[in-house]
């Protein structure tokens, strides 16, 4: 075995063959002891699996994507029961686990995806992402900065009485600018007494080409309500009727699977 400086196309390499090929047999593809990989690996960032390299722990899933421990009863009835996670049994010695192969999990994931939050999941932790891992932890780290449960200041009251009085705005344009959801808008200006912002009622806004396209394509890579919200100036209510109207129902991953359904209909 040699020791000598890792170059760039073996540590790319090694990534993309982390999770799939044994970590003995990752050692032998690349001409270095197991030792040397394990060292390399963890410097990369990447996580661990069982010795196989196919298979990954339910715990360690769950740990992965979540960033903290989880219930395995929760896993159970949420990713199982309720959304088919695939899950396999190995034995180890005495012990035997609940596993995840690689490949079946991003299949799974990607299909569930407005159902994950990635934005507490390291990146590569489970070793190569998939191409749209990156723009799905990006959604998921602003709609949490948007749904903030921090109370609200002196200041922010301030500001949204003011918005209130003037009586210019709607409330997906106060929520924008006091970055909070619509919804966080409406609860305050209940808390305080004060009235609810100006509404867009159906009929004084009519849906453009441009801005259904726009809500279709974000719902198709599952950016959640509140950043979609933000990002065409509409209320997440308003976004949420259209999905309604139009798919009967507002779970995105159901809607992709009826998209995608619809659109293998018409090829």
Same mark, same amino acid.
């Given at each position: 075995? %040699?020791?000598?400086?890792?170059?760039?196309?073996?540590?790319?390499?090694?990534?993309?063959?982390?999770?799939?090929?044994?970590?003995?047999?990752?050692?032998?593809?690349?001409?270095?002891?197991?030792?040397?990989? #394990?060292?390399?690996?963890?410097?990369?960032?990447?996580?661990?699996?069982?010795?196989?390299?196919?298979?990954?722990?339910?715990?360690?899933?769950? %740990?992965?994507?979540?960033?903290?421990?989880?219930?395995?009863?929760?896993?159970?009835?949420?990713?199982?029961?309720?959304?088919?996670?695939?899950? $396999?049994?190995?034995?180890?010695? !005495?012990?035997?686990?609940?596993?995840?192969?690689?490949?079946?999990?991003? /299949?799974?994931?990607?299909? #569930?995806?407005? =159902?994950?939050? =990635?934005?507490?999941?390291?990146?590569?932790?489970?070793?190569?992402?998939?191409?749209?891992?990156?723009?799905?932890?990006?959604? *998921?780290? !602003?709609?949490?900065?948007?749904?903030?449960?921090?109370?609200? +200041?002196? &200041?922010? *009251?301030?500001?949204?009485?003011?918005?209130?009085? &003037?009586?210019?705005?709607?409330?997906?344009?106060?929520?924008?600018?006091? #970055?909070? +959801?619509?919804?966080?808008?409406? %609860? %305050?200006?209940? *808390?305080?007494?004060?009235?609810?912002?100006?509404?867009?009622?159906? $009929? *004084? $806004?009519?849906?453009?080409?441009?801005?259904?396209?726009?809500?279709?394509?974000?719902?198709?890579?599952?950016?959640?309500?509140?950043?979609?919200?933000?990002? +065409?100036? @509409?209320?997440? /209510?308003?976004?949420?009727? @259209?999905?309604?109207? +139009?798919?009967?129902? &507002? #779970?995105?991953? /159901?809607?992709?699977?009826?998209? /995608?359904?619809?659109?293998?209909?018409?090829?």
């Amino acid at each position: 075995m %040699r020791n000598k400086p890792w170059t760039k196309e073996e540590e790319e390499l090694l990534e993309d063959l982390y999770g799939r090929v044994s970590i003995p047999g990752i050692a032998k593809r690349l001409g270095r002891s197991v030792g040397a990989i #394990n060292v390399r690996k963890a410097r990369l960032g990447l996580g661990a699996f069982l010795d196989n390299g196919d298979y990954i722990t339910l715990a360690q899933l769950l %740990r992965a994507v979540k960033g903290r421990e989880s219930v395995d009863g929760y896993a159970n009835i949420s990713w199982i029961k309720n959304r088919g996670l695939p899950v $396999h049994y190995k034995r180890v010695g !005495q012990c035997s686990f609940k596993v995840v192969k690689l490949a079946d999990f991003w /299949k799974w994931a990607e299909a #569930n995806k407005a =159902f994950l939050d =990635f934005s507490k999941m390291p990146e590569r932790i489970l070793g190569k992402e998939p191409a749209w891992v990156k723009a799905k932890r990006r959604a *998921d780290v !602003q709609n949490n900065s948007i749904r903030k449960l921090t109370p609200w +200041t002196k &200041e922010e *009251d301030a500001r949204l009485k003011s918005y209130i009085e &003037e009586g210019q705005k709607t409330g997906a344009q106060i929520a924008n600018l006091l #970055n909070r +959801t619509y919804g966080a808008v409406i %609860r %305050r200006c209940r *808390d305080l007494g004060i009235a609810n912002p100006k509404r867009i009622k159906p $009929h *004084d $806004h009519s849906w453009t080409a441009e801005e259904m396209q726009k809500v279709f394509d974000g719902v198709l890579k599952a950016i959640p309500y509140p950043v979609l919200a933000k990002e +065409t100036g @509409l209320s997440e /209510k308003a976004i949420r009727g @259209l999905m309604y109207r +139009t798919y009967k129902t &507002e #779970n995105q991953d /159901k809607i992709r699977a009826i998209a /995608k359904k619809e659109a293998g209909k018409s090829e």
